[in-house]
């Protein structure tokens, strides 16, 4: 099964799509770690999107389609979860055609359904440890220790620099713009689930488990 999770920043596309990953054994395919990690190694991906992403705008189409159709074999086996992408209407043409060459196809496009205002505290009050990458935030996971990873003892951790309130308003609008007008493509397809995203972790996770497990699933 390849599925989409669809929602703006914040919306928790990555926290739920490990999850599944965890569950399922199908593959998260982020095109936000990508390219994180195209720009941590300083590659020609990295060096045109760094600015972009800083900015709070979309990297290129081709780009990311081209990030998409290296890993796709990679999510044969179990299926994929497509956690940032497609977000323009090139990108779900592209997606179309790399699923198609592969004799696959989008299963599902689970939105998550969400307050914009709330995501920018979510999203602002968010770091990670720099070692593990286990996720923390500054009200709602706070470490236990102070200062101490729980999982593994690090004691530096990191935030993302388009995580400020200001680029995190421009991804809104970016989202807004772009990516909010490829659902009714999907809708017309008979595709979407949505899901409130602003119920908790658990309990957003369930709601998708439930459409995964559907006797239409
Ligand atoms: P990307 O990395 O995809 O970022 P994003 O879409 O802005 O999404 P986030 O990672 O911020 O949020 P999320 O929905 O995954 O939420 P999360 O689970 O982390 O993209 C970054 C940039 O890369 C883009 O701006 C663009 O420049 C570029 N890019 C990427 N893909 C691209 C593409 N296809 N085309 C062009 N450019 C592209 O959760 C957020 C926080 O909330 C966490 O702290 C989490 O713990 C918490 N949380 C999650 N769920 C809940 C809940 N139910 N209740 C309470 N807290 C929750």
């Given at each position: 099964m390849d599925i989409i999770l669809l929602g703006p920043p914040g919306a928790g596309k990555g926290t739920q799509a490990q999850r599944l990953q965890a569950k399922r054994g199908m593959i998260q395919l982020s095109t936000g770690d990508m390219l994180r990690e195209a720009v941590a190694k300083g590659s020609p991906v990295g060096l045109k999107a760094k600015a972009v992403m800083e900015a709070g705008k979309l990297v290129n189409d081709a780009i990311v389609s081209a990030l998409i159709g290296e890993r796709l074999d990679s999510a044969a086996?179990?299926?994929?979860?497509?956690?940032?992408?497609?977000?323009?209407g090139h990108q779900a043409e592209a997606l179309e055609i790399l699923l198609g060459e592969r004799g696959r196809k989008i299963d599902y496009v689970i939105e998550l359904a969400v307050d914009e205002e709330a995501l920018v505290d979510r999203i602002t009050g968010r770091f990670t440890c720099a070692n593990c990458g286990a996720p923390y935030h500054d009200t709602f996971h706070v470490p236990k220790a102070a200062g101490?990873?729980?999982?593994?003892?690090?004691h530096e951790f990191k935030r993302r620099p388009d995580d400020n309130e200001a680029t995190v308003r421009e991804r809104m609008a970016e989202y807004r713009a772009k990516?909010?007008?490829?659902l009714p493509i999907y809708e017309a397809k008979g595709l979407v689930r949505r899901v409130?995203?602003?119920?908790s972790v658990d309990a957003v996770a369930k709601a998708i488990d439930d459409i995964l497990d559907s006797p239409a699933a």
């Amino acid at each position: 099964m390849d599925i989409i999770l669809l929602g703006p920043p914040g919306a928790g596309k990555g926290t739920q799509a490990q999850r599944l990953q965890a569950k399922r054994g199908m593959i998260q395919l982020s095109t936000g770690d990508m390219l994180r990690e195209a720009v941590a190694k300083g590659s020609p991906v990295g060096l045109k999107a760094k600015a972009v992403m800083e900015a709070g705008k979309l990297v290129n189409d081709a780009i990311v389609s081209a990030l998409i159709g290296e890993r796709l074999d990679s999510a044969a086996a179990h299926g994929a979860i497509f956690d940032g992408f497609p977000r323009t209407g090139h990108q779900a043409e592209a997606l179309e055609i790399l699923l198609g060459e592969r004799g696959r196809k989008i299963d599902y496009v689970i939105e998550l359904a969400v307050d914009e205002e709330a995501l920018v505290d979510r999203i602002t009050g968010r770091f990670t440890c720099a070692n593990c990458g286990a996720p923390y935030h500054d009200t709602f996971h706070v470490p236990k220790a102070a200062g101490t990873c729980d999982i593994c003892g690090e004691h530096e951790f990191k935030r993302r620099p388009d995580d400020n309130e200001a680029t995190v308003r421009e991804r809104m609008a970016e989202y807004r713009a772009k990516t909010a007008p490829i659902l009714p493509i999907y809708e017309a397809k008979g595709l979407v689930r949505r899901v409130d995203g602003m119920a908790s972790v658990d309990a957003v996770a369930k709601a998708i488990d439930d459409i995964l497990d559907s006797p239409a699933a």
